[in-house]
């Protein structure tokens, strides 16, 4: 198995009696071995922009190096309700269909907890160990999450202070995703 390159210019500084990098020897630090748990991104809104669509993909075909990922976006009030309680409530039903009984459900929420990145990666190295069949994780509509869904969430995070739209939250993940796997892997993307 080949040598990863962070690994090589650790131990060659090593060899040559010179100090590494401080960045390189925390990736390394941080690396370790984990089982890759598919990801599910369930996402309630309308379709991307043309420019979200291709961040979105970019990254999610960098994503899929690491792990197996599968998207699902579902619409935004179901059953045109005019009050928005109630089509939060017919979005939280379609969410709970599409979630398996071993599902380990993270929402992304504005009054969830904050993440460092290193966290998010702690987080998926976490699920492989514990056996996890697959991590999903939840943007939710203009209105938010329902009830139930947030009852049937383990987690919730949240990406920033600032709300943000289900284009930007779905392309921050996606990076933030990939970022956690290279922190997992020991690779130098994440300084």
């Known amino acids: 198995m080949a040598c990863p390159r962070w690994a090589c210019k650790v131990v060659k500084a090593a060899l040559l009696g010179v100090k590494p990098v401080r960045g390189l020897r925390l990736l390394a630090s941080l690396a370790r071995s984990v089982k890759a748990v598919p990801v599910h991104i369930i996402t309630v809104g309308k379709g991307n922009s043309n420019g979200a669509e291709l961040m979105a993909a970019e990254w999610a075909a960098k994503l899929r190096r690491y792990t197996k990922l599968s998207e699902t976006r579902l619409p935004t009030n179901p059953k045109n309700a005019k009050d928005p309680t109630v089509a939060v409530v017919h979005e939280g039903e379609r969410v709970l269909k599409a979630l398996g009984p071993l599902d380990r459900v993270i929402l992304l929420d504005e009054r969830g907890r904050d993440l460092k990145s290193e966290e998010l990666a702690d987080l998926l190295g976490k699920a492989g160990d514990q056996g996890c069949s ?58």
């Open 134 to 191: 697959q991590l999903v994780f939840c943007i939710g509509g203009p209105f938010g999450h329902a009830k139930e869904v947030r009852a049937r969430a383990d987690d919730q995070i949240r990406l920033s202070n600032m709300v943000l739209n289900h284009q930007v939250a779905h392309v921050v993940l996606l990076e933030q995703l990939y970022r956690a796997w290279t922190i997992l892997r020991g690779e130098p993307y994440h300084h």
